[in-house]
């Protein structure tokens, strides 16, 4: 469809977000911002759907810091690292219907699917302990460093864990 109304629309253009390499190069600054403005960080979780986030700030960080981990978070139900995956995904923000061309680019050191229940509860978590009014896939970011802590015994690890989205956008969903 999309080809079609291209060829039919003059001047149109397809953004593409999962296979348009600009958009991972516009990440990228934010890799480089977590370099200079935070410095010392071991770890850093994002959250997956497009990725286009994941693949430009791993770049910006490895290019800096090789020893730094890159850890992908992802929705059970989602295709992007499980192509095979029958369950159906209800969080928005994270995840995919489809494997994005743009992650064959991604530096990752580590994936975690996270349960979309485990994300909303993350989403309370940060809402009541943290005052973070945060949407789905910030939950899931939380949920995945929480899991990830224990499991690894990471607890004076440094880590960064970016919250993708705000809560408004998931108050008749998540809240």
């Not at 994941?54 to 490895?62: E, F, H, T, W, Y």
């Not at 969080?91 to 975690?112: E, F, P, R």
């Not at 229940?117 to 993350?122: E, H, L, T």
Request: proline share 1%.
């Amino acid at each position: 469809v999309i080809d079609k109304l291209q060829n039919e629309i003059e001047n149109s253009y397809w953004f593409n977000q999962y296979g348009n390499p600009l958009v991972c190069e516009a990440y990228e600054e934010i890799g480089r911002e977590m370099i200079n403005d935070l410095k010392d960080f071991e770890y850093v979780f994002v959250a997956v759907s497009s990725a286009g986030t994941i693949v430009g700030i791993s770049r910006a960080l490895k290019r800096v810091n090789k020893n730094i981990k890159v850890i992908a978070v992802d929705v059970l139900g989602s295709k992007v690292f499980d192509l095979n995956t029958t369950k159906k995904r209800y969080l928005s923000g994270i995840g995919s219907s489809i494997q994005s061309k743009n992650l064959k680019n991604a530096m990752i050191d580590d994936i975690i699917l996270i349960d979309e229940k485990d994300g909303v509860k993350g989403c309370h978590e940060l809402l009541q302990k943290h005052l973070i009014f945060a949407g789905g896939s910030s939950g899931c970011v939380y949920a995945a460093i929480n899991q990830y802590v224990k499991k690894q015994n990471t607890q004076t690890a440094k880590i960064i864990g970016l919250l993708h989205d705000r809560g408004d956008r998931s108050c008749k969903t998540v809240y």
